[in-house]
Every structure is written in structure tokens, then in C-alpha cells.
């Protein structure tokens, strides 16, 4: 499932470095978004971050506008991001603060998520246009991020509370198998001394706890009872 | 504060490209995280990064270690990154369900964060060496992230519990200052005939709830009351 939704628009104002198009843009196929504009992008950068090599529909689909009003024009929330420690008629929220509201407005209306340029971000004139700004949070005297950086950051956490890996299933194996290999082991120990039986009970018990503690995999398990196989087989032919 | 403590290493394997190391390098700084190791790395790359302009502490501080098992060598937890979908004998977790167990052992022991190359990521090899194995999750499609907004969005993931933007305050203005607003739009609003005497109460109170919606700050207020006397004057002093 993408997270963002059909709704959400990237909208990257006055950027710069076509290195940093195209990292927004590659951020935005990881989670699933498709609505790149550009504002006023540097040409020789747009034309080459168009033509690189591996750039993907996001980048191909792009559209470009002349101004802020006009790429935002459709979109019912609008949110500008800002690193820097200006003030604005907006208070600045965190980014964790704001996701869930545009995630919301996010079901029903298109939004816009602006970045703006490497050096000086978004203009406070470009703020006017926007309902929130949101600020990602990092040490005081960093604040500065990168701008494909600052762009994954604000996708994956709108997309952390929908979207989850792919995980493969924590495979373990039952307790007969553990009952297996802890039988396998104490009959090994006995037999080359580890343990006799008056402190049996005691042994098998802290055996059982360690193989409980350890949840073991299948390919575990069979290393396991090879190895104890061999060694047991080992002891009673000799070297 | 720093998320990450002092405690936790980034450890980047085999990486080509410098601008990667740098991006890892930059995000690091922007969230706390002081501790660079290098396995292996591509040596242009690294002389590169290291010499690039702005390079900051956390690449001059950076080590070089020419084995995996060497730079996590005094690490109690180790965890790896991984985008592909390959099966490992650990089971793979969400970074959102690593994240505060990451964050837990942070706080007694020395941890380690490994990313693998460009190309390949961590080879099965490496990734035996790791407790744990986190993925960001991304559509399936487009799994493969860049290795600077990886690193960002790992360490986000560490610092958005704890660490927050320093925010403005959001300064509304108080009851008084709506109440001298509410009163300067009614009696302007009665004398362009907008409400009557008639009307006046149900006027009143929507102007009253439409004041209350909308929070206002101080720069706001004062550009209403100016706007609201200057229209009053002109309405008596007329043209």
C-alpha cells in the first residue's frame, strides 16, 4: 500500500543541484509518491536531472510552474518545511506533529509538501502561501539538512505508521526439536564429564533455559544435531 | 539533546561513492551522532569526502577499518541494514520495531549501524556478523534507497521520540484583544448596513465563533484593528 496516498504533491521550490532532483525524486518512488513540481528549478539542472540515466517516471512526469501560487493552485493544505530558526506568522510544528494531520487531510484533499532551495530554503513570500510549517528535528547547531535528505525524512514518516517491510516470518522451531538437541546435549555432556549424575537436574534445567532463550531457526536446529551427532559419534569410535 | 548518544556507531561498508559518505556524514551531524567508521571504502571516494569542502568533524574523525568483525569489534549490538528482499538466517524487522530496542541498549552499550554498498548492500557475510537486520519500508516496487537518505532516515527514526524541533511558541492573542475585534467589525459591519438592529445578535455571534476558529497572533490582530479603523474613518471622514 502506498502510503501517500494519489493526493500528495512534492513541490521543490528554486532548487539548485540536479543530483538533489533526482534524490527527491527517488525518495518519492520508495514510498509510493508520483506528484513532483518544480518551481523555478535552476534550468541546466532540471534539464540534466530529466536526462540522467535511471530517472524514473517521477522525474519524467514532472510538471514546472513559475511561482509557488500556481503549483500549489489545486491543493487544499499546503505545508512548507524549514530548517532555519526564523520567525513566521505560522508557528513551526514538528514534523512528527504535523504528519498525522496531513496524512488525514491527506484521505480527502490533495496536499502540497514544499522544500525549498539548498541555500536558503523556502522565502518567507513562499511561507505566505502555506496552512503549516513544519520543521524535522535535529541538534540545534545542525540544523541544516540536505535537501533529498529532508525530502525522505518527511516520506517515510508519513509513511511509518502504514507502511511495513516486507519481513520474512521469524521461523523457530517448536519445542520437540528443542527437546531434541537438549536431550542430544546433556547425553554429550555426561559423556565426556561436563556434568554426572548428581548435578544432572541440575544441568539439564539451565540447558533447557538456555535453549528456550535463544529462539532457534530450523537451519540452527539442524546444525545443532549435526554437530552433536558427530561429536557423540566421535566419542564412542574414538579419534 | 542528542538522540544517539555517544554511543552509537555508524559503520559504512565498501561505499563507492564520496558524495554518499558525505551525505551519511551530514546527516549524522544534523542528528547527534559523532561516531563514523569505514569499511573498506572505495579510497578516491574517501580522500574525496575527507577533502571536500565543508567536510565536517564527523569525517575527520571518521576511522577506516579493513574488516567488519574488526570495526564492530567493540560494539554489543550490531545491526544491519538491508533493502533486499533475500532470506537471512536472522529474521528481518521493520525499522520502526528496531528502533526502540536500538535506542533501549543505547543507553549501556555501544551500538553499531551498518549500510552496505551502493550496489550490492551488506553481503550475507557481513550481515552474520549483525544481532538484528532492519529494512525501511518502502513500496516493493522501489525498494532500493539511496545510502545518504537511509542513513538520514535511520537516524531520524532514533531521534523522533526524543528529540523535538525547537518550536515557536504559538502566540495567540487573548479574549480582550478578539473581544475589541468582535466589537470593531460589528459596529463597522452595522454602519455599511451589512447586519441591522434586527440581525445584529446572530451576526454578532457568528463573527464571535468565526474569531474563535481561526486562532490569531498578535501581527494578525493589529493588522485587523488597523484595517478596521482605517475603514472607520473613512466611512465618517468620507473618500
Not at 19 to 36: E, K, Q
Not at 193 to 201: A, L
Request: net charge neutral; hydrophobic share 40%; with cysteine.
Amino acid at each position: 500500500v502506498a502510503i501517500t496516498s494519489d493526493k500528495l504533491i512534492v513541490v521543490l521550490v528554486a532548487t539548485r543541484n540536479p543530483l538533489n532532483i533526482g534524490a527527491a525524486a527517488r525518495a518519492m518512488s520508495n514510498f509510493g509518491c508520483r506528484h513532483l513540481r518544480l518551481v523555478r528549478p535552476y534550468e541546466p539542472s532540471w534539464v540534466e536531472a530529466k536526462s540522467a540515466v535511471g530517472a524514473d517516471d517521477v522525474l519524467h512526469e514532472a510538471e514546472v510552474f513559475d511561482s509557488v501560487p500556481d503549483a500549489v493552485k489545486d491543493c487544499g493544505w499546503v505545508v512548507g518545511t524549514s530548517g532555519a530558526e526564523r520567525t513566521f506568522s505560522q508557528s513551526v510544528r514538528g514534523l512528527q506533529d504535523v504528519a498525522p494531520e496531513l496524512r488525514a487531510r491527506l484521505q480527502t484533499s490533495t496536499s502540497a509538501l514544499l522544500f525549498g532551495s539548498e541555500k536558503t530554503g523556502l522565502s518567507n513570500d513562499d511561507l505566505s502561501y502555506c496552512q503549516a510549517v513544519l520543521r524535522i528535528p535535529t541538534v540545534q547547531e545542525h540544523s541544516s539538512m540536505n535537501l533529498g535528505q529532508a525530502v525522505a525524512i518527511c516520506l517515510y514518516e508519513l509513511a511509518r505508521e502504514v507502511m511495513h517491510p516486507a519481513v520474512e516470518p521469524n521461523r523457530q522451531v517448536d519445542s520437540g526439536v528443542l527437546a531434541r538437541i537438549e536431550r542430544m546435549l546433556i547425553e554429550t555432556m555426561l559423556e565426556i564429564g561436563y556434568t554426572d549424575e548428581k548435578r544432572h537436574t541440575h544441568t539439564e534445567r539451565e540447558v533447557r533455559e538456555y535453549l528456550r532463550r535463544h529462539a532457534m531457526n530450523p537451519m540452527e536446529a539442524s546444525m545443532w544435531m549435526k554437530f552433536l551427532r558427530k561429536v557423540g559419534w566421535r566419542l564412542r569410535n574414538g579419534g
